[in-house]
C-alpha cells in the first residue's frame, strides 16, 4: 500500500477540508487549530501544545479530510488518525492517515474484539507492540464496548445496524489498546481489517507506519494523548459559532459540578426529538439540553424539581442523537458513567396538555 499523501509533509501552502459549514482551505497551522478545537470541544479537556508533544486526534467514521461522517461500514480502513505537535522553534505540524478505530470482522472469541469508547481522552506511552516501536495503552483501567456478536459495530451507537444474532454486544474492561500497523497491500478503500484489528488502532501499510511512527515516537515511555472523537458527535458550534441556548447543536453547557440551574421547557422554542432508545414513553413536547464532559468515572446523579401541573423527564445520551440514550427518569437518574460527553436532555412527554413549565435541575457526580 503507497504512502498515504496526507500522511506525508505539506507540499503545498494549503490542504482542502470537507466540513459541515462547506469546503474550507487551511494551511498547517490553522489545520493543527481546527483538530485542537474539536478535539477539546468535544471532550471538554485541554490539549498540551508544550513544543515536542505529541499528540493524536482519531475521528471515528471519517475519512482524512472529510470531516463528515460517512456511515463507518465495518471491516474497512476508513477512520481517521491526526498526529499533532509544535516544534521549539513554534511550528506546528500536521499529518494525516488512514485508520481503523474499530475491530475487523472476525471471530476473536468472546471478550477478544471491542471498541474504545468515543469522545473520551485515553493516555498512551511511547513503547514496543510485538518487538516494534509503537504507542501502547498506559491506562491502567478502562472501559470497552466487546463486540460480543462479531458483526463490527458497536450495537448501541445509534446506527441502527443490529445484528440478528441473540447476542448482544456488552461493556467490559479493557487492556492493550495500542497503535499499531497492519501490513496491508490493497487498495485503501477494499482492503479488509481482518485479523489486524480486535480493538486497536491500526493503520494500513508499512509506509504509512513508517510515516506516523517516525514522527510520533520520540522516546520510549514519553507520554502521548489519544482524543477519540466521533465524528458525529463534534459540536455544530465548531463549524457555526452560536451562543448556547438549550438546543442540541448548541446545548447549555456544565463546565463545573456539582451544577444547579434553572430553566422552563415552556420558553423553548425546540422541538427535536420525541422518542428515547430505552424509553416506553412519547415526548412531542418541548426539551432544553445540556453538555456534560468527564475525564473520570463516577456515579452521574441528576434530580429534577418541579411542580404540577407540570411533567418532564431527563434523559442521559452518550451522544448527541435520542437512539444514544442510557438512562432516563422521572425526577431522578443515578448511573455509573465513564469518562467522555454525555448530553443530558430535559423533555416534556405530550403536547395534548400542557406539562411544559420551569423546573430546577441538579448534576452531580461522585
Known amino acids: 500500500m503507497p504512502l498515504f499523501e ?5 507540499s503545498t501552502p494549503t490542504r482542502c477540508f470537507e466540513t459541515p459549514a462547506g469546503v474550507r482551505h487551511l494551511n498547517e497551522s490553522q489545520a493543527f487549530e481546527l483538530y485542537r478545537t474539536i478535539a477539546e470541544s468535544t471532550t471538554g479537556l485541554t490539549m498540551n501544545t508544550s513544543p515536542e508533544v505529541r499528540t493524536i486526534v482519531g475521528l471515528r467514521g471519517a475519512y482524512p479530510g472529510q470531516l463528515i461522517y460517512h456511515g463507518n461500514l465495518p471491516d474497512r480502513f476508513n477512520d481517521t488518525l491526526v ?9 506546528r505540524h500536521v499529518r494525516e492517515f488512514p485508520v481503523t478505530t474499530d475491530p475487523g470482522l472476525f471471530d476473536f472469541g468472546r471478550h477478544h474484539a471491542s471498541f474504545l469508547r468515543a469522545n473520551r481522552r485515553y493516555r498512551l506511552r511511547n513503547g514496543l507492540h510485538n518487538s516494534y516501536h509503537a504507542l501502547r495503552m498506559a491506562e491502567k483501567s478502562y472501559v470497552v464496548r466487546d463486540d460480543t456478536n462479531h458483526n463490527g459495530h458497536w450495537d448501541n451507537d445509534r446506527n441502527g445496524w ?4 441473540k447476542l448482544r454486544d456488552h461493556d467490559r474492561q479493557g487492556s492493550a489498546h495500542n497503535i499499531h500497523m497492519a501490513e ?13 484489528s480486535a480493538g486497536c488502532q491500526v493503520i494500513p501499510g508499512i509506509a ?22 466521533d465524528s458525529r458527535d463534534i459540536p455544530a458550534s465548531v463549524w457555526r459559532p452560536c451562543t448556547a441556548d438549550g438546543t442540541p447543536e448548541c446545548p447549555f453547557r456544565i463546565d463545573t ?19 428515547y432508545s430505552g424509553s416506553d414513553k412519547a415526548y412531542s413536547g418541548r426539551e432544553i439540553t445540556y453538555a456534560l464532559t468527564v475525564d473520570r468515572r463516577g456515579k452521574l446523579t441528576i434530580r429534577l424539581d418541579y411542580q404540577p401541573p407540570v411533567r418532564l423527564a431527563v434523559h442521559v445520551l452518550e451522544g448527541s442523537d435520542p437512539k444514544a440514550c442510557v438512562a432516563w427518569g422521572d425526577k431522578a437518574v443515578i448511573r455509573d458513567i465513564e469518562p467522555g460527553r454525555y ?20 448534576v452531580s457526580l461522585n
Request: hydrophobic share 40%.
Open 343 to 362: 448530553f443530558l436532555v430535559v423533555d416534556t412527554p405530550s403536547q395534548t396538555a400542557p406539562p411544559a413549565g420551569a423546573f430546577t435541575i441538579h
Open 184 to 196: 496491508i497491500d490493497g487498495p485503501l478503500g477494499h482492503a479488509s481489517i481482518g485479523i489486524w
Open 257 to 275: 459540578l456539582p451544577y444547579t440551574s434553572q430553566g422552563d421547557t415552556s420558553q423553548s422554542g425546540v422541538q427535536a426529538w420525541e422518542t
Open 208 to 229: 504509512n507506519w513508517r510515516a506516523f511512527i517516525t514522527q510520533a515516537f520520540t522516546k520510549t515511555r514519553d507520554r502521548v494523548d489519544y482524543f477519540l472523537i
Open 83 to 91: 498526529l499533532l505537535w509544535t516544534t521549539k522553534e513554534g511550528f
Open 162 to 165: 443490529l445484528s440478528p444474532r
Open 6 to 10: 496526507r500522511a506525508d509533509g505539506w
